[in-house]
């Protein structure tokens, strides 16, 4: 469902449409939007909101000649929400703004420090009269315990805000093998004839699904993935051997050397990861699974993730 926007400026009904840039916008109500802001869209008033002026509150939640409610600031006034955020996370904060006359509009996200005042992270200013769409992008530190979101006008200003929504950046997976989901190696595939594998219950972590790795001789499940040049990623997989004295290892080579790589010795499960970077020119990448000194072995696996940082 797409919300037909009528932010409204004032005295005039603003209806955001293709010709102004703001069509196909994502309401707060469409099941693909992001809840982490919530009543973002002001249909239901000032709730989740905290006003600086609480008793202009009824004056501060306009409605537009279509009949769509809109946050509305004026002089100092502000509007700001807690929201749940994870640290070291980055974020897009978008949002529809109108009418900034007078003064500067200002958006800022950051930490709520012991006065209530919101240390900016990130802070942007607006101007303008016509209906606009923003997005400002961050990145969180490690403290997020009172993360805020915070609209506001200044000075003598005014200014009309809807449909603010905030969304983690979604991450870019190369490979993401949770086999209790996944019935699937692809795109991964025997390197020869030794190497039998199974997905089988109860052979993960926990008594999950796991892969069930098995060969008489050298051998591995390799696949070619598509990386790109000068990025970082993150290789992580838990892992574990049935073969005394035998290992199995994951690996990424590009263009032929090897940019990640991780054994695992024990009889248990263990976790591992390894961070790496993409050199600036790729003409080839794969990834690797087994052993390939010369040795049989019978290994378990499961939770193997290739991401982008």
Same mark, same amino acid.
């Given at each position: 469902?797409?919300? &037909?926007?009528?932010?409204?400026?004032?005295?005039?009904?603003?209806?955001?449409?293709?010709?102004?840039?703001?069509? /196909?916008?994502?309401?707060?109500?469409? @099941?693909?939007?992001?809840?982490?802001?919530?009543?973002?869209?002001?249909?239901?008033?000032?709730?989740?909101?905290?006003?600086? !002026?609480?008793?202009?509150?009824?004056? !501060?939640?306009?409605?537009?000649?279509?009949?769509? =409610?809109?946050?509305? *600031?004026?002089?100092?006034?502000?509007?700001?929400?807690?929201? $749940?955020?994870?640290?070291?996370?980055?974020?897009?904060? $978008?949002?529809?703004?109108?009418?900034?006359?007078?003064?500067?509009?200002?958006? #800022?996200?950051?930490?709520?420090?012991?006065?209530?005042?919101?240390?900016?992270?990130?802070?942007?200013?607006?101007?303008?009269?016509?209906?606009?769409? =923003?997005? +400002?992008?961050?990145?969180?530190?490690?403290?997020?315990?009172?993360?805020?979101? &915070?609209?506001?006008?200044?000075?003598?200003?005014?200014?009309?805000?809807?449909?603010?929504?905030?969304?983690?950046?979604?991450?870019?997976?190369? *490979?993401?093998?949770?086999?209790?989901?996944?019935?699937?190696?692809? @795109? *991964? &595939? @025997?390197?020869? /004839?030794?190497?039998?594998?199974? +997905?089988?219950?109860?052979?993960?972590?926990?008594?999950?699904?796991?892969?069930?790795?098995?060969?008489?001789?050298?051998?591995?499940?390799?696949?070619?993935? #598509?990386?790109?040049?000068?990025?970082?990623?993150?290789?992580?997989?838990?892992?574990?051997?049935?073969?005394?004295?035998?290992?199995? /290892?994951?690996?990424? *080579?590009?263009?032929?050397?090897?940019?990640?790589?991780?054994?695992?010795?024990?009889?248990?499960?263990?976790?591992?990861?390894?961070?790496?970077? #993409?050199?600036?020119?790729?003409?080839?990448?794969?990834?690797?699974?087994?052993?390939?000194?010369?040795?049989?072995?019978?290994?378990?696996?499961?939770? +193997?993730?290739?991401?982008?940082?």
């Amino acid at each position: 469902m797409f919300k &037909k926007i009528g932010i409204g400026v004032f005295s005039t009904a603003i209806v955001l449409s293709a010709s102004i840039g703001f069509s /196909g916008i994502v309401s707060a109500d469409s @099941p693909s939007a992001n809840k982490q802001v919530r009543n973002g869209d002001f249909e239901d008033g000032l709730n989740n909101w905290i006003l600086s !002026n609480p008793n202009s509150s009824t004056e !501060n939640i306009g409605t537009s000649e279509t009949g769509n =409610h809109y946050l509305k *600031l004026i002089h100092a006034d502000t509007a700001y929400q807690l929201v $749940t955020v994870k640290p070291n996370t980055e974020y897009t904060l $978008t949002f529809d703004i109108a009418g900034s006359i007078g003064s500067p509009s200002e958006v #800022t996200v950051g930490n709520l420090n012991a006065t209530q005042e919101i240390v900016p992270l990130t802070k942007k200013q607006y101007t303008g009269f016509k209906p606009e769409h =923003h997005e +400002i992008k961050f990145k969180t530190e490690e403290d997020v315990s009172n993360f805020a979101v &915070k609209l506001a006008s200044t000075a003598n200003g005014r200014v009309k805000f809807d449909n603010v929504q905030l969304k983690e950046k979604e991450k870019s997976y190369i *490979l993401n093998m949770d086999f209790d989901h996944n019935s699937s190696i692809e @795109p *991964l &595939k @025997p390197w020869d /004839g030794n190497m039998k594998y199974n +997905i089988e219950e109860h052979a993960g972590v926990n008594n999950s699904k796991g892969l069930h790795l098995n060969s008489l001789g050298a051998s591995a499940l390799f696949g070619s993935i #598509t990386l790109k040049p000068n990025t970082t990623y993150i290789l992580s997989a838990s892992g574990k051997v049935a073969t005394p004295s035998r290992y199995v /290892g994951a690996l990424v *080579l590009v263009n032929g050397r090897t940019l990640a790589d991780m054994v695992f010795t024990s009889s248990q499960y263990e976790q591992k990861s390894f961070e790496f970077t #993409t050199p600036n020119s790729i003409n080839s990448s794969e990834f690797y699974i087994g052993e390939l000194s010369g040795f049989n072995f019978d290994a378990y696996l499961d939770d +193997i993730v290739l991401v982008e940082k």
